[in-house]
Protein backbone atom coordinates (compact mmCIF):
# COMPACT_ATOMS: atom_id res chain seq x y z
CA UNK A 1 0.00 0.00 0.00
CA UNK A 2 1.41 3.29 -0.59
CA UNK A 3 2.70 5.68 2.18
CA UNK A 4 0.22 7.90 3.15
CA UNK A 5 1.91 11.81 0.95
CA UNK A 6 2.32 14.67 3.46
CA UNK A 7 -0.93 16.11 1.45
CA UNK A 8 -3.10 13.64 0.16
CA UNK A 9 -5.10 16.02 -1.81
CA UNK A 10 -4.15 19.12 -3.62
CA UNK A 11 -6.16 22.05 -1.56
CA UNK A 12 -6.92 25.36 -2.85
CA UNK A 13 -5.38 28.35 -0.67
CA UNK A 14 -7.63 31.21 -1.76
CA UNK A 15 -4.66 33.34 -1.63
CA UNK A 16 -2.95 31.26 -4.23
CA UNK A 17 -6.23 30.69 -6.55
CA UNK A 18 -6.38 34.27 -6.07
CA UNK A 19 -2.67 35.21 -7.69
CA UNK A 20 -3.55 32.41 -10.54
CA UNK A 21 -6.78 34.52 -11.48
CA UNK A 22 -5.24 37.97 -11.41
CA UNK A 23 -2.46 36.78 -13.96
CA UNK A 24 -4.96 35.26 -16.16
CA UNK A 25 -6.14 37.00 -19.42
CA UNK A 26 -8.24 35.85 -22.68
CA UNK A 27 -4.68 35.57 -23.96
CA UNK A 28 -2.72 33.94 -21.33
CA UNK A 29 -5.38 31.10 -21.33
CA UNK A 30 -5.59 30.84 -25.11
CA UNK A 31 -1.68 30.44 -25.14
CA UNK A 32 -1.75 27.48 -22.77
CA UNK A 33 -4.75 25.79 -24.44
CA UNK A 34 -4.57 23.13 -26.96
CA UNK A 35 -7.81 23.03 -28.28
CA UNK A 36 -8.88 19.64 -29.43
CA UNK A 37 -11.22 17.35 -30.88
CA UNK A 38 -10.94 13.53 -31.07
CA UNK A 39 -14.00 12.19 -31.42
CA UNK A 40 -14.90 9.60 -34.12
CA UNK A 41 -17.29 11.35 -35.85
CA UNK A 42 -16.01 14.46 -36.51
CA UNK A 43 -16.43 16.16 -39.63
CA UNK A 44 -14.54 18.51 -41.54
CA UNK A 45 -16.44 21.17 -41.31
CA UNK A 46 -16.26 20.75 -37.17
CA UNK A 47 -11.98 20.72 -37.84
CA UNK A 48 -12.63 24.07 -39.93
CA UNK A 49 -14.39 25.35 -37.17
CA UNK A 50 -12.07 23.95 -34.54
CA UNK A 51 -8.84 25.59 -36.57
CA UNK A 52 -11.01 29.10 -37.01
CA UNK A 53 -11.74 29.57 -33.42
CA UNK A 54 -8.14 28.26 -32.02
CA UNK A 55 -6.71 31.23 -34.07
CA UNK A 56 -9.00 33.55 -33.43
CA UNK A 57 -7.91 33.22 -29.29
CA UNK A 58 -4.23 32.28 -30.35
CA UNK A 59 -4.61 29.02 -28.84
CA UNK A 60 -1.15 26.89 -28.54
CA UNK A 61 -2.35 24.24 -30.76
CA UNK A 62 -4.87 22.37 -32.77
CA UNK A 63 -5.25 18.08 -31.24
CA UNK A 64 -6.66 15.89 -33.61
CA UNK A 65 -6.49 12.35 -35.29
CA UNK A 66 -3.57 11.55 -38.00
CA UNK A 67 -6.80 11.42 -40.37
CA UNK A 68 -6.29 15.08 -40.67
CA UNK A 69 -2.86 15.71 -41.82
CA UNK A 70 -4.32 16.35 -44.76
CA UNK A 71 -6.14 19.05 -43.59
CA UNK A 72 -4.53 20.73 -40.71
CA UNK A 73 -1.73 21.84 -41.60
CA UNK A 74 -3.40 24.23 -44.86
CA UNK A 75 -5.89 25.97 -42.14
CA UNK A 76 -3.26 26.57 -39.76
CA UNK A 77 -0.05 27.34 -42.54
CA UNK A 78 0.69 31.07 -41.61
CA UNK A 79 -1.15 31.65 -38.24
CA UNK A 80 1.30 31.48 -35.88
CA UNK A 81 -0.96 28.13 -34.41
CA UNK A 82 1.10 24.59 -34.22
CA UNK A 83 -0.86 21.19 -35.35
CA UNK A 84 -1.16 18.35 -32.63
CA UNK A 85 -1.78 14.63 -33.83
CA UNK A 86 -2.14 11.87 -31.37
CA UNK A 87 0.09 8.86 -32.07
CA UNK A 88 -1.70 5.36 -31.10
CA UNK A 89 -4.56 6.62 -29.80
CA UNK A 90 -6.70 6.08 -27.78
CA UNK A 91 -5.17 2.45 -26.63
CA UNK A 92 -1.19 2.94 -26.66
CA UNK A 93 -1.62 -0.85 -27.52
CA UNK A 94 0.54 -0.71 -31.63
CA UNK A 95 4.37 -2.13 -32.04
CA UNK A 96 7.42 0.02 -31.30
CA UNK A 97 8.24 0.23 -34.87
CA UNK A 98 4.06 0.96 -35.55
CA UNK A 99 4.23 3.61 -33.25
CA UNK A 100 7.52 5.50 -34.71
CA UNK A 101 6.08 4.85 -38.40
CA UNK A 102 2.74 6.63 -37.48
CA UNK A 103 4.81 9.58 -35.91
CA UNK A 104 7.14 9.67 -38.94
CA UNK A 105 4.91 9.58 -41.74
CA UNK A 106 2.55 12.60 -39.85
CA UNK A 107 5.81 14.79 -39.22
CA UNK A 108 6.63 14.35 -42.75
CA UNK A 109 3.00 15.26 -44.55
CA UNK A 110 2.55 17.92 -42.22
CA UNK A 111 6.03 19.54 -43.46
CA UNK A 112 5.51 19.32 -46.56
CA UNK A 113 1.48 20.95 -46.64
CA UNK A 114 2.44 23.54 -44.53
CA UNK A 115 5.67 24.59 -45.84
CA UNK A 116 7.00 26.52 -42.92
CA UNK A 117 9.78 23.76 -41.95
CA UNK A 118 10.55 22.35 -38.23
CA UNK A 119 8.62 23.27 -35.43
CA UNK A 120 4.89 23.70 -36.41
CA UNK A 121 3.92 19.79 -35.24
CA UNK A 122 3.36 18.22 -31.96
CA UNK A 123 2.70 14.33 -31.22
CA UNK A 124 0.75 13.40 -28.16
CA UNK A 125 1.74 9.56 -28.13
CA UNK A 126 -0.06 6.97 -26.06
CA UNK A 127 2.14 3.82 -24.03
CA UNK A 128 1.60 0.82 -23.81
CA UNK A 129 0.04 1.25 -20.21
CA UNK A 130 -0.08 -2.39 -19.75
CA UNK A 131 3.94 -3.27 -19.84
CA UNK A 132 4.63 -0.38 -17.69
CA UNK A 133 4.65 -1.93 -14.56
CA UNK A 134 6.50 -5.11 -15.78
CA UNK A 135 8.27 -3.84 -18.68
CA UNK A 136 9.79 -0.14 -17.91
CA UNK A 137 12.13 -0.66 -20.34
CA UNK A 138 9.83 -1.25 -23.29
CA UNK A 139 8.00 1.93 -22.20
CA UNK A 140 11.65 3.76 -22.36
CA UNK A 141 11.97 2.05 -26.03
CA UNK A 142 8.54 3.24 -27.67
CA UNK A 143 8.97 6.63 -26.14
CA UNK A 144 12.44 6.96 -27.26
CA UNK A 145 11.56 5.89 -30.71
CA UNK A 146 8.82 8.02 -31.25
CA UNK A 147 10.78 10.82 -30.17
CA UNK A 148 13.21 9.62 -32.94
CA UNK A 149 10.79 9.68 -35.26
CA UNK A 150 9.66 13.42 -34.35
CA UNK A 151 12.37 14.53 -35.98
CA UNK A 152 13.32 17.15 -33.00
CA UNK A 153 8.96 17.87 -32.97
CA UNK A 154 7.68 18.18 -29.17
CA UNK A 155 6.06 15.30 -28.15
CA UNK A 156 3.89 14.54 -25.36
CA UNK A 157 3.69 10.95 -23.56
CA UNK A 158 -0.04 10.06 -22.88
CA UNK A 159 0.32 7.70 -19.59
CA UNK A 160 -3.55 7.13 -18.45
CA UNK A 161 -2.89 8.12 -15.20
CA UNK A 162 -6.51 7.26 -14.05
CA UNK A 163 -5.04 3.07 -15.02
CA UNK A 164 -1.75 3.88 -12.48
CA UNK A 165 -1.10 3.73 -8.86
CA UNK A 166 0.54 6.30 -7.64
CA UNK A 167 4.37 4.92 -8.19
CA UNK A 168 3.27 3.64 -11.73
CA UNK A 169 2.21 7.65 -12.42
CA UNK A 170 6.23 8.71 -10.67
CA UNK A 171 7.54 5.71 -12.90
CA UNK A 172 6.23 6.69 -16.37
CA UNK A 173 6.72 10.38 -15.98
CA UNK A 174 10.43 9.87 -15.06
CA UNK A 175 10.45 7.18 -18.05
CA UNK A 176 9.37 9.87 -20.55
CA UNK A 177 11.64 12.25 -18.79
CA UNK A 178 14.63 9.64 -19.76
CA UNK A 179 13.70 9.11 -23.26
CA UNK A 180 13.56 12.61 -24.20
CA UNK A 181 10.10 13.21 -24.60
CA UNK A 182 8.86 16.98 -23.84
CA UNK A 183 5.60 16.44 -21.68
CA UNK A 184 3.84 14.27 -19.74
CA UNK A 185 0.22 14.03 -19.98
CA UNK A 186 -2.29 12.40 -17.79
CA UNK A 187 -5.10 11.27 -20.26
CA UNK A 188 -6.81 10.51 -23.50
CA UNK A 189 -9.88 11.58 -22.44
CA UNK A 190 -11.57 8.37 -22.67
CA UNK A 191 -10.56 6.73 -19.50
CA UNK A 192 -12.57 6.52 -16.10
CA UNK A 193 -11.78 10.12 -15.65
CA UNK A 194 -9.58 12.36 -16.91
CA UNK A 195 -7.47 15.46 -15.32
CA UNK A 196 -7.56 15.83 -11.69
CA UNK A 197 -5.34 18.47 -9.45
CA UNK A 198 -3.50 15.40 -7.35
CA UNK A 199 -2.45 13.70 -10.85
CA UNK A 200 -1.48 16.95 -12.08
CA UNK A 201 0.76 17.66 -8.97
CA UNK A 202 2.03 14.20 -8.89
CA UNK A 203 3.50 14.40 -12.73
CA UNK A 204 4.70 17.68 -12.07
CA UNK A 205 6.62 16.84 -9.29
CA UNK A 206 8.11 13.49 -10.69
CA UNK A 207 9.55 15.47 -13.57
CA UNK A 208 10.34 18.81 -11.87
CA UNK A 209 10.47 22.16 -13.75
CA UNK A 210 12.46 21.66 -17.07
CA UNK A 211 9.97 19.58 -18.68
CA UNK A 212 5.80 20.20 -19.47
CA UNK A 213 3.16 18.71 -17.99
CA UNK A 214 -0.29 18.29 -20.03
CA UNK A 215 -3.70 18.55 -18.09
CA UNK A 216 -6.45 16.96 -20.04
CA UNK A 217 -9.99 15.20 -19.78
CA UNK A 218 -13.15 16.95 -18.56
CA UNK A 219 -11.72 20.52 -18.92
CA UNK A 220 -14.79 22.47 -19.61
CA UNK A 221 -14.14 26.13 -17.70
CA UNK A 222 -12.25 28.61 -16.55
CA UNK A 223 -12.25 27.32 -12.78
CA UNK A 224 -11.30 23.77 -13.84
CA UNK A 225 -8.74 25.66 -15.11
CA UNK A 226 -7.23 27.63 -12.75
CA UNK A 227 -6.98 24.37 -10.40
CA UNK A 228 -5.02 22.79 -12.93
CA UNK A 229 -2.84 25.47 -13.38
CA UNK A 230 -2.21 25.77 -9.61
CA UNK A 231 -1.54 21.62 -9.13
CA UNK A 232 0.73 22.12 -12.78
CA UNK A 233 2.16 25.73 -12.85
CA UNK A 234 2.01 27.21 -9.60
CA UNK A 235 4.31 29.44 -10.24
CA UNK A 236 4.90 31.99 -12.76
CA UNK A 237 7.48 30.93 -14.52
CA UNK A 238 5.60 27.30 -15.37
CA UNK A 239 2.89 29.23 -17.24
CA UNK A 240 4.43 29.11 -20.29
CA UNK A 241 3.42 27.18 -23.38
CA UNK A 242 6.23 24.87 -23.37
CA UNK A 243 5.81 24.13 -19.64
CA UNK A 244 2.18 23.44 -18.97
CA UNK A 245 -1.05 23.09 -21.53
CA UNK A 246 -3.87 22.70 -21.15
CA UNK A 247 -6.61 19.93 -23.65
CA UNK A 248 -9.95 20.72 -24.15
CA UNK A 249 -12.63 20.71 -26.77
CA UNK A 250 -14.29 23.63 -25.02
CA UNK A 251 -11.81 26.34 -25.85
CA UNK A 252 -14.35 28.75 -25.80
CA UNK A 253 -15.86 27.53 -22.20
CA UNK A 254 -12.36 28.57 -20.63
CA UNK A 255 -12.80 32.10 -22.23
CA UNK A 256 -16.45 32.55 -21.50
CA UNK A 257 -16.21 31.61 -17.80
CA UNK A 258 -13.21 33.52 -17.16
CA UNK A 259 -14.70 36.78 -15.67
CA UNK A 260 -17.06 35.08 -13.05
CA UNK A 261 -13.69 32.52 -12.02
CA UNK A 262 -12.96 34.21 -8.69
CA UNK A 263 -16.90 33.81 -7.46
CA UNK A 264 -16.97 30.30 -8.48
CA UNK A 265 -13.80 28.96 -6.86
CA UNK A 266 -13.88 30.72 -3.37
CA UNK A 267 -15.30 28.02 -2.05
CA UNK A 268 -13.64 24.85 -3.57
CA UNK A 269 -14.06 21.54 -1.99
CA UNK A 270 -10.73 19.11 -2.46
CA UNK A 271 -12.50 16.20 -2.43
CA UNK A 272 -14.59 16.58 -5.48
CA UNK A 273 -11.41 16.97 -7.14
CA UNK A 274 -9.46 13.72 -5.82
CA UNK A 275 -9.07 10.41 -8.09
CA UNK A 276 -10.82 8.83 -4.42
CA UNK A 277 -14.28 10.26 -5.97
CA UNK A 278 -13.96 7.98 -9.31
CA UNK A 279 -12.75 4.91 -7.37
CA UNK A 280 -15.92 3.07 -8.28
CA UNK A 281 -14.71 3.67 -12.20
CA UNK A 282 -11.17 1.78 -11.04
CA UNK A 283 -10.07 -1.56 -11.71
CA UNK A 284 -10.06 -3.15 -8.14
CA UNK A 285 -7.01 -2.75 -7.08
CA UNK A 286 -6.42 0.54 -8.23
CA UNK A 287 -10.10 1.24 -6.29
CA UNK A 288 -8.77 -0.76 -3.28
CA UNK A 289 -5.72 1.89 -2.98
CA UNK A 290 -7.89 5.14 -3.62
CA UNK A 291 -10.84 4.02 -0.75
CA UNK A 292 -7.82 3.17 1.53
CA UNK A 293 -6.04 6.54 0.96
CA UNK A 294 -9.34 8.54 1.33
CA UNK A 295 -9.87 6.94 4.99
CA UNK A 296 -6.41 8.12 5.83
CA UNK A 297 -7.09 12.03 4.47
CA UNK A 298 -6.74 14.30 6.79
CA UNK A 299 -9.66 16.15 5.05
CA UNK A 300 -11.83 13.22 5.02
CA UNK A 301 -14.67 14.96 6.74
CA UNK A 302 -14.93 17.42 3.41
CA UNK A 303 -15.86 13.87 1.34
CA UNK A 304 -19.15 13.88 3.54
CA UNK A 305 -19.94 17.76 2.99
CA UNK A 306 -19.02 17.13 -0.89
CA UNK A 307 -21.33 13.88 -1.14
CA UNK A 308 -23.80 15.85 0.76
CA UNK A 309 -24.06 18.67 -2.31
CA UNK A 310 -24.76 15.59 -5.05
CA UNK A 311 -27.64 14.21 -2.92
CA UNK A 312 -30.67 15.81 -1.62
CA UNK A 313 -33.14 13.98 -0.46
CA UNK A 314 -36.69 14.45 -1.80
CA UNK A 315 -38.30 16.82 -0.36
CA UNK A 316 -41.75 15.46 1.24
Avoid at 118 to 132: A, C, F, Q, Y
Avoid at 148 to 171: C, Q
Avoid at 205 to 225: H, L, N, Q, Y
Avoid at 273 to 289: D, V
Wanted: hydrophobic share 40%.
Amino acid sequence: MDELPPLPLVDFPPDALEEIIRWLTPERIAALTDATDLRADTSEAKIRALAETAVRYRCASVCVNPAEVGLLPRLLAGTGVKECYVVDFPLGKSTIAMKAHQAAQIVAESRALRQEGPGWVELDMVINVGRLRDDPEHTWREIAAVVDAADGEVVKVIIRSSELRNEDITLACRIAQEAGAHFVKNSTGMEAFGATPEHIRRMREAVGPGMGVKASGGIRTAADAVRLIFAGAPTPELRAPERFRLGTSSPAGLLSTLERLQEDLIHAIPCSYCPSGYAEKQTPELQAAALALCRRCPYQHRRQEWLSTLYRPPST
